[in-house]
């Protein structure tokens, strides 16, 4: 099985800035597109940026020019850096990956369990 492990998070004053990073273990062969989700509470989780193993990004608009994905194929790891931060930001931020578990095998969707980034004063 493949299992997602997060780390970053946690309190930050607006304006100010915060590191995601989520690692990739086990049975896997390839890693096709990895990236973030955050879900706000009332709220529906939202793609907040993906990357895609060769290195193409894709940001949710309100993050643009803020936030900035990036992968270490190698490590299986994916990192979020999150500046400017608004209270807006505040949310549950969930890492997701395609995976691909053997050479012939179709991609499945892993994520993990979740970190809470909170920005208040």
């Known amino acids: 099985q493949v299992q997602l492990v997060e780390s970053g998070g946690g309190l930050v004053q607006p304006g100010g800035s915060l590191s995601l990073s989520c690692a990739a273990s086990?049975?896997?062969?390839?890693?096709?597109?990895m990236g973030w989700y955050r879900q706000a509470p009332g709220k529906q989780r939202e793609l907040v940026a993906s990357?895609?193993?060769?290195?193409?990004?894709n940001y949710v608009d309100s993050v643009k020019g803020r936030f900035t994905i990036s992968r270490d194929n190698a490590k299986n790891t994916v990192y979020l850096q999150m500046n400017s931060l608004i209270p807006e930001d505040t949310a549950v931020y969930y890492c997701?990956?395609?995976?691909?578990?053997?050479?012939?095998?179709?991609?499945?969707?892993?994520w993990g369990s979740g970190t809470q980034v909170t920005v208040s004063s």
């Open positions: 990357i895609l193993r060769g290195g193409t990004t």
């Open positions: 086990g049975s896997i062969f390839s890693i096709n597109a």
């Open positions: 997701h990956a395609h995976v691909q578990l053997y050479s012939w095998s179709v991609a499945y969707d892993y």
